[in-house]
């Protein structure tokens, strides 16, 4: 959403951000010096929480609204929140996401909102179910291709992680499960793990003599549990807060991710990348295969630990960059 406030900014909109204090969520904000108001928590996985969380974050949304006068528009990326909380003040909405089948998510943002923001790599028949007929608007390409449109790489992100850039740099970002490490015996991401652990250096990724494939796997995790177990595996680089992850990602050889938007980062800068998600795949993910923009990984021995030929930053293949304006007019058609 970073280049929709700006563009309405420049517009003369006054544009008021709130979030939820959940994974880096708040981190970011603050890297990116966006001013915000943080509104309520997760709640936890269970359906249960999810609603009891649903109704307590909406009211207190709603509660926040009233005492900042009128709103004339609200905009969000799959917020449930936001498009509860503007349906009770009669305030027209428009919710945007990429990954089709949350489907108790949709089902409530596509029924509430006006209009529906979406990738054109998505049927609008697959949204029908959600209530969103009529209400759907595409967009060419993937959303990271317009955030990321005005993006250069930063090189300091690799003397803050302490990475040898003449080493290979493997990035992983967990799943969005809330526990993590324990979870994944016997399972294709603890795999993952296990054959990274193996190639970094055994005694730790600052250990110039330790043995090993010289691969410096750096790990981001999702949660502050996540981090805590991760970061007592030898030879992982666990970064302690938000990071500029766009730049790491640019210098990295290979990118590993069981969630969706960094491996449509990694595929928007030109980097290899396997994703590791386990559910059903989104017409996004399906495209990004078809087309061998994204690899599927089915087994850890499909990994391939080099270090890639010199390049600039984020440069592998050429780097489409498209016109955040689009979106912008797109959630702005309602």
Known sequence: MRPVIEALERDGHEVRVTARDFAQTLGLLR?????????GRHRGERLAAKAGGLV?????????????????????????????????????????????WAAVQHHVNCRLARAVVVPDAIPA????????RG?????????????LA?????????????LDPGRPIVVVRTPPEVSLYHRFENDLFAAVLERLRDAARSSGAGDAGAAGEGVQPVVLPRTEAQRAQLRGVPGFIVPAQAIDAQSLIAYADLVISAGGTMNREAVAL?????TTFQGRLGAVDERLIQTGRLNQLRD???????????????????RIRRDPRVLVDLLLAL
């Open 270 to 274: 030109g980097v290899p990348v396997y």
């Open 150 to 162: 005005d993006f250069e790489p930063d090189p300091a992100i690799l003397a803050q992680l302490g």
């Open 31 to 39: 890297r990116f010096e966006i001013a915000h108001t943080a509104i």
């Open 56 to 100: 307590l974050r909406s009211a207190a949304l709603l509660r926040w609204a009233r005492g900042h006068g009128r709103f004339d528009i609200a905009l969000g990326h799959g917020s449930n929140d936001v498009s509860v909380a503007a349906k009770l003040l009669g305030v027209p909405s428009a919710t945007m996401f990429d990954y089709e």
């Open 300 to 318: 850890p021995g499909q990994i391939q630990l080099i270090k890639r030929p010199p390049r600039a930053a984020g440069a592998g293949e050429a």
């Open 125 to 132: 028949e697959r949204l029908d179910r959600y209530g969103a």
């Open 135 to 147: 209400k759907v608007h595409a967009y060419a390409g993937l959303k990271e291709e317009y955030y």
